[in-house]
Nanobody, 127 residues
């Protein structure tokens, strides 16, 4: 029902910035909570940030709080991730995901709660 495609990944020096974008298909984008997850080599996929269907609530992992900002544009069926002051430990494949919810304010955090996933985009931060 929903197809997701990430873009914007690349190689950046520590302290730099990148902006990731996730484009969604379908006409019911506004009913889904959206999340950005990342998976580093040898690590489990973890939630980075999520945003409610309405855009009114957000969650950030402590490791990225104050540096990353999630936003969504329901009219464009897109969710973005602005990443500032990047660190080498931010290096990972970043995935966007969509979760059906029963509330405009719900922000699911578990991988199993997400119904659709993008292919991922590589972010590499060098020193």
């Amino acid at each position: 029902q929903v197809q997701l495609v990430e873009s914007g990944g690349g190689l950046v020096q520590a302290g730099g910035s990148l902006r990731l974008s996730c484009a969604a298909s379908g006409r019911t984008f506004s009913s889904y909570a959206m999340g950005w997850f990342r998976q580093a080599p040898g690590k489990e996929r973890e939630a980075v940030t999520t945003i409610s269907a309405s855009g009114g609530r957000t969650y950030y992992a402590n490791s990225v709080k104050g540096r990353f900002t999630i936003s969504r544009d329901n009219a464009k069926s897109a969710v973005d991730l602005q990443m500032n002051r990047l660190k080498p430990e931010d290096t990972a494949v970043y995935y966007c995901a969509a979760a059906s919810t029963g509330s405009n304010h719900y922000i699911p955090l578990r991988k199993s709660q997400y119904d659709y996933w993008g292919q991922g985009t590589q972010v590499t931060v060098s020193s």
